[in-house]
C-alpha cells in the first residue's frame, strides 16, 4: 500500500495559522466600536451639563432681571392706598357718611385712578362695606359690597399691609390688592384698597419669547406667558387647602387643578429640570424638557420661576458627542491603519486632514460662542449701568421737583405777605406822626390810643411773618379765627384805600368761629377786598357785601361780592393761575387768588367764583367751622 503523496499533506498545517486572524478581524470593530459609543456618550453628557450651566448662569441673571422689574410695578403703586389718609374728605366720609361727602370721594377716586393707571381704588368702612369707588358710574360697580371675608380688608383692619392676589368676585377680572387701614385720631376708621392689573407683564413676556410664570403663596400660578398653566397648582393641594380657598372665593370657581411634569430632577437650590407637556399648533400634546429656576420676590410671598428650553443644549450636545464619536473613529481608523503597518497612507493622510478640519471647524465655533456670550455679558453690564444710572437720575429729579415746588410756594407766599406789609407800615408812619402831634398838644389820651394801635400793627406784622415760616416748614393749617374779627382787622389794613376810594359795605354774616388761623383769614380777606375795590375803582357807585351763613354740610359760607364791570368770559378759566392778573401794568403780580386758594385749601377748605347775572364778581369762602356765636348781624356802613 503507498503512503499519500507529500503535497496533499502540505496545507494541513496552514488552517490553523489562518483562525486567528480571522477571529482578531471579526473581535476588533466590537470594541473599537463600544468605546465609541462611551466616548460619544461621555461627551454628550459633559456638553449637555456645560450648555445647561451656561444657561442657568444667563437664566439667573434674567431670573433677577424680571424679578426686579415685576417688583417694581407692584411698588409704584404701594403709595396709593396709604395717599388716601391725607385726603381729608375721605376720613370726613368714613366717620360721617352722607351723599354729598360720597360722590366727592367718588369722583376724586375717579380721577386719581385714571391718573396712576390702576384697574380701580375704593374705600370701606369698618365693617368691611364699599362706601366710595372709582367705578362708581360702572354698571358693575363695587359700590355697597360687603369685601369683608377678603384677606387684605382683614389684615388692613388690623393694621397690617394688606396684599392680595384674586379673582374679583363682581368683574371676574384677577388684579393684585393693596390695602392699607386709614387712621384717624390714632384708630383705624376705614381702608383704602388699590388694584392693579398685572397681564402687562405677560404681555411682555410673550412679546420677548420668554416662558416664565409666577405662583403665589398658595402655590398657584397666578402670571404666565402660558396661558394654558393660568390658575394651576404647582404642588399638590391637601382637601383643607382646596376647601379654604373655594371659601375664600380668592380664585373664583377655578378647579385649580394641578401642573404635573412628566419627570424632575434636582439640580441646585432653586433649579431643577422639568419635562412639560406642550400642545403644538396642530393640537398635539408633546413633552418639552425645560431648565426651571425660581426665586423669591421680596415684598411678597411670590415665587417667580423662568423656564428656559433645552432643546437647543440637547442638540448641541447630540452634535457634541458626535464629533467625540467620530474623533475617535477617526483615531481607531488612524491606529488600525498604523498597525497594518502603513499599507493606507493615503488614507490615513486624509483622515489626518479631515480631524485637523474638524478640529479647526470645532475650535472656530468655540471661538465665536465664546465671543457671542462676551459680547452678550456686556451687554447686559451695560443695561444694569444704564438702569442703576437712569435711577439715580429719577430720585435726584424727583428731589429737584420737591425742592422747587416748596421754594416757589415761599416765593409766591413771600410776595403777597410783603404786598401785606406796606399796608400796616402806611398805618404805622400815619399813627406816629399823629402820636407826635398829640403828645405836642397835650392830648396823652389819643396818643396812648395811637400807640397801642401802633402795637397791634406790628404784633399782626410778626404774625405775619410767623405764618410765612409756618407755611414754609409743613403744608396743613390748624388754628382758630374769628370771623368778625377778622374783617374788622381787613378792613382796618385798607383804611388808606377806603377813603381814596370810597365804597359801601354791607355786612350781612353770623358770627363763627373758623379752622383756620386768624392771620391767614386776615390775608384772604384783604386780597379779595382789594380786587373788589380795584375792579370798581373807575365807577362811582361802589357797593361791597360780606355774606356768611352755615350750609347744609356744617360748614360756613362767605360771599364777597361787589357790583363791578365783572370779568370776561375768556378769562375767567385763568384767575386762580399763579401771575395772572387782569390789572394794568405793574399794579398786580397775579399771586392774591393762588395764595389765597392754597391758604383755604390747607385749612381744609376752599376759595370758588361766581358771576351774577345782575353783574359785578363774587368769589366763595368755604371753610371748616369749629363753633358758632349767636347770629349777629352788622349794619351797613
Known amino acids: 500500500m503507498q503512503s499519500p503523496p507529500s503535497d496533499l499533506r502540505a496545507p494541513l498545517p496552514v488552517l490553523p495559522t489562518m483562525k486567528p486572524r480571522l477571529i482578531r478581524r471579526l473581535l476588533l470593530p466590537l470594541p473599537i466600536l463600544l468605546l465609541m459609543l462611551t466616548c460619544g456618550y461621555v461627551a454628550e453628557r459633559l456638553s449637555e451639563r456645560a450648555g445647561i450651566r451656561a444657561l442657568a448662569e444667563n437664566g439667573a441673571r434674567q431670573l433677577e432681571l424680571h424679578a426686579r422689574a415685576l417688583e417694581s410695578e407692584i411698588s409704584t403703586h404701594t403709595y396709593l392706598p396709604s395717599l388716601l389718609e391725607l385726603e381729608g374728605n375721605v376720613i370726613r366720609l368714613l366717620l360721617q357718611p352722607t351723599p354729598y361727602r360720597r360722590e366727592r370721594v367718588n369722583r376724586y377716586l375717579e380721577g386719581l385712578n385714571q391718573r396712576s393707571g390702576s384697574r380701580a381704588i375704593y374705600v370701606l368702612d369698618p365693617s368691611g362695606r364699599v362706601l366710595a369707588t372709582s367705578n362708581w358710574q360702572d354698571a358693575d360697580s363695587f359700590q355697597g359690597e360687603d369685601l369683608s371675608f377678603r384677606a387684605y380688608f382683614q389684615d388692613a383692619i388690623a393694621g397690617r399691609p394688606g396684599r392680595f392676589y384674586g379673582i374679583g368676585t363682581t368683574t371676574g377680572e384677577p388684579g393684585y390688592y393693596l390695602a392699607h387701614g386709614l387712621r384717624h385720631a390714632g384708630r383705624i376708621v376705614g381702608v383704602a384698597v388699590v388694584k392693579i392689573r398685572l397681564d402687562r407683564l405677560e404681555r411682555r413676556w410673550e412679546r420677548a419669547r420668554l416662558d416664565a410664570f409666577v405662583s403665589d403663596e398658595n402655590g398657584i400660578i397666578i402670571l404666565s406667558s402660558d396661558p394654558s398653566r393660568r390658575l394651576r397648582s404647582v404642588r399638590p393641594l391637601d382637601d383643607e387647602t382646596r376647601s379654604r380657598l373655594a371659601g375664600s372665593l380668592q380664585y373664583h370657581w377655578v378647579r385649580l387643578d394641578e401642573l404635573q411634569p412628566l419627570d424632575r430632577q434636582p439640580l441646585n437650590p432653586g433649579a431643577e429640570l422639568l419635562s412639560l407637556p406642550v400642545r403644538s399648533a396642530n393640537g398635539e400634546e ?88 462676551r459680547a452678550s455679558n456686556e451687554r447686559l453690564r451695560a443695561q444694569i449701568r444704564e438702569r442703576r444710572q437712569a435711577e439715580e437720575t429719577l430720585r435726584k429729579t424727583q428731589d429737584d421737583l420737591i425742592q422747587a415746588g416748596k421754594l416757589a410756594v415761599i416765593g409766591q407766599m413771600s410776595t403777597s405777605i410783603a404786598h401785606e406789609l406796606n399796608q400796616p407800615l402806611a398805618a ?3 399813627l406816629a406822626g399823629n402820636s407826635v402831634r398829640f403828645l405836642q398838644r397835650g392830648n396823652l389820651e389819643t396818643a396812648s390810643s395811637n400807640l397801642q394801635t401802633i402795637n397791634e400793627l406790628v404784633d399782626r406784622m410778626g404774625r405775619i411773618t410767623a405764618s410765612l415760616r409756618a407755611f414754609a416748614r409743613r403744608s396743613d393749617d390748624t388754628g382758630e379765627a374769628q370771623l368778625g374779627k377778622a374783617v374788622d382787622a381787613a378792613l382796618f389794613l385798607l383804611q388808606p384805600r377806603l377813603e ?17 388761623d386768624q392771620t391767614r383769614l386776615e390775608q384772604i380777606l384783604v386780597n379779595l377786598i382789594v380786587n373788589a375795590i380795584d375792579a370798581m375803582a373807575t365807577q362811582r357807585d361802589r357797593q361791597l357785601w360780606l355774606e356768611g351763613r352755615l350750609d347744609d354740610q356744617g360748614r360756613y359760607r362767605l360771599g364777597v361780592r361787589d357790583n363791578g364791570p365783572g370779568i370776561p368770559p375768556a378769562l375767567r378759566s385763568h384767575l386762580f393761575e399763579p401771575f395772572f392778573t387782569t390789572k394794568p401794568g405793574e399794579q398786580g403780580l397775579g399771586l392774591g387768588l393762588t395764595l389765597s386758594a392754597s391758604l383755604a385749601a390747607a385749612a381744609g377748605g376752599s376759595l370758588s367764583v361766581r358771576h351774577p347775572e ?16 349767636p347770629n349777629e348781624t352788622a349794619a351797613d356802613e
Not at 408633546?286 to 428656559?308: C, E, G, I, K
Not at 433645552?310 to 447630540?318: G, S
Not at 345782575?614 to 356765636?629: K, N, R, S
Request: aromatic share 6%.
Open 614 to 629: 345782575e353783574g359785578g364778581t363774587a368769589f366763595v369762602l368755604i371753610l371748616p367751622v369749629l363753633a358758632t356765636a
Open 428 to 430: 404805622l408812619r400815619t
Open 500 to 516: 381814596r376810594t370810597p365804597l359801601t359795605i354791607h355786612r350781612d354774616f353770623a358770627e363763627a368761629c373758623l379752622a383756620i
Open 286 to 373: 408633546h413633552p418639552v424638557r425645560y431648565l426651571a429656576q425660581s426665586q423669591p420676590l421680596h415684598d411678597s410671598a411670590w415665587t417667580f420661576t423662568l423656564l428656559t428650553p433645552l432643546q437647543d443644549v440637547r442638540r448641541e450636545a447630540m452634535s457634541h458627542g458626535m464629533l467625540a464619536a467620530a474623533a475617535f473613529a477617526l483615531l481607531a481608523i488612524l491606529l488600525i491603519a498604523w498597525n497594518e503597518r502603513r499599507k493606507v497612507i493615503a488614507t490615513r493622510l486624509a483622515a489626518r486632514e479631515a480631524l485637523q478640519e474638524a478640529n479647526s471647524q470645532l475650535e472656530r465655533k468655540i471661538a465665536e460662542r465664546t465671543a457671542d456670550l
